[in-house]
Nanobody, 121 residues
Framework: QVQLVESGGGLVQPGGSLNLSCKAS????????MKWYRQVPGKERELVAV????????MYADSVTGRFTIFRDDAKNTVYLQMNSLNSEDTAVYYC??????????????WGQGTQVTVSS
């Protein structure tokens, strides 16, 4: 059974930091590119950050570039999203997404259940 379990969300003041984690089980983690998305009610899910297999390449949405960092630890089957200088517009449910990138995982995709991040004073 495949599971992606996010953790690390919560309430933080503007300017603060959070580090989200997403631990995968049931997949060969190294075969998957990993993504973080976020969603607020009434809006489409937004891609926040991507990290390639092996971690050599990353990509960020313009809105988080310079503030968020995505990294992975394949030995722990975990992807992280370090979020700094948070503001109210970062308030959302954050989801991790695994995308199979190399055979035999190509074409497979899995989602976590999401973790709430609220930025408020």
């Amino acid at each position: 059974q495949v599971q992606l379990v996010e953790s690390g969300g919560g309430l933080v003041q503007p300017g603060g930091s959070l580090n989200l984690s997403c631990k995968a089980s049931g997949i060969t983690f190294s075969q998957y590119a990993m993504k973080w998305y976020r969603q607020v009610p009434g809006k489409e899910r937004e891609l926040v950050a991507v990290i390639s297999i092996g971690g050599g390449r990353t990509m960020y949405a313009d809105s988080v570039t310079g503030r968020f960092t995505i990294f992975r630890d394949d030995a722990k089957n975990t992807v992280y999203l370090q979020m700094n200088s948070l503001n109210s517009e970062d308030t959302a449910v954050y989801y991790c997404n695994a995308v199979g990138t190399i055979i035999p995982a190509t074409g497979l995709t899995f989602w976590g259940q999401g973790t709430q991040v609220t930025v408020s004073s």
